[in-house]
């Protein structure tokens, strides 16, 4: 099984960035796909999620209406377009895979960094 994210960098604020995460070694279009965060000494949290269809994506009040979450899953990826980046937005992104109606991710990414700042 692997995760494996793309499109990490240094932007500016006000600045976008497109995250992708390609996936293979297990059934991904069964599997609910999220995108977690973490900087140092905090918990990692969740950023927004998606089905297994693409339908009804979901996401964390601080992200909500800049960040998008979407899939393909003929292509077995995932994605995370980020606009109006602001420098708190600054961590390491991680891709996550879970079973539909478990709470537990099953697979975890190695992360790519994110980093706001002027």
């Known amino acids: 099984v692997q995760l494996v994210e793309s499109g990490g960098g240094l932007v500016q604020p006000g600045g976008s960035l497109r995250l992708s995460c390609a996936a293979s070694?297990?059934?991904?279009?069964?599997?609910?796909m999220n995108w977690y965060r973490q900087t140092p000494g905090k918990e990692r949290e969740l950023v927004a999620t998606?089905?297994?269809?693409?339908?009804?994506?979901a996401y964390d009040d601080s992200v909500k209406g800049r960040f998008m979450i979407s899939r393909d899953n003929a292509k077995n990826a995932v994605y995370l377009q980020m606009n109006s980046l602001k420098p708190e937005d600054t961590a390491v992104y991680y891709c996550?895979?879970?079973?539909?109606?478990?709470?537990?991710?099953?697979?975890w990414g190695q992360g790519t960094q994110v980093t706001v700042s002027s």
């Open positions: 070694g297990f059934t991904f279009k069964s599997y609910v």
């Open positions: 998606v089905g297994i269809t693409g339908a009804a994506p």
């Open positions: 996550a895979a879970r079973r539909v109606s478990y709470s537990t991710v099953d697979f």
